[in-house]
């Protein structure tokens, strides 16, 4: 989690709880905006950062626990959801 990015409270934001701004653990002294910054009638938040992993690294990080897995088959959408959630996870703390 970088330490020189302005928090959110989140407020009535619906991105809060996928937005870095929100979520992100916070360490030490933080800065946060004064209100939250999501505006209601464009639906939209410039500030918003995104803390779901991309598809590409759930996707590296899945064939890794497939392969120490020993590459058994069929169950490929567990090692997704493993990996997604493993990477979540690590982005949180």
């Known amino acids: 989690m970088p330490t020189d990015i302005c928090m959110c409270t989140g407020g009535d934001c619906p991105q809060?709880?996928?937005c870095l701004r929100?979520?992100?653990a916070?360490?030490?002294r933080q800065d946060f905006f004064g209100t939250p910054p999501?505006?209601?009638h464009p639906n939209q938040c410039e500030y918003f950062l995104?803390?779901?992993p991309s598809?590409?690294?759930v996707r590296i990080q899945a064939y890794s626990f497939w392969q120490q897995a020993g590459c058994p088959s069929g169950r490929d959408m567990?090692?997704?959801f493993r990996a997604e959630?493993?990477?979540l996870e690590l982005r949180r703390r």
């Open 16 to 18: 809060k709880e996928h």
């Open 22 to 24: 929100f979520t992100g």
């Open 26 to 28: 916070i360490y030490g």
């Open 38 to 40: 999501y505006l209601q």
């Open 50 to 52: 995104d803390d779901r």
């Open 55 to 57: 598809p590409e690294a």
């Open 78 to 80: 567990s090692y997704w």
């Open 85 to 87: 959630a493993y990477l």
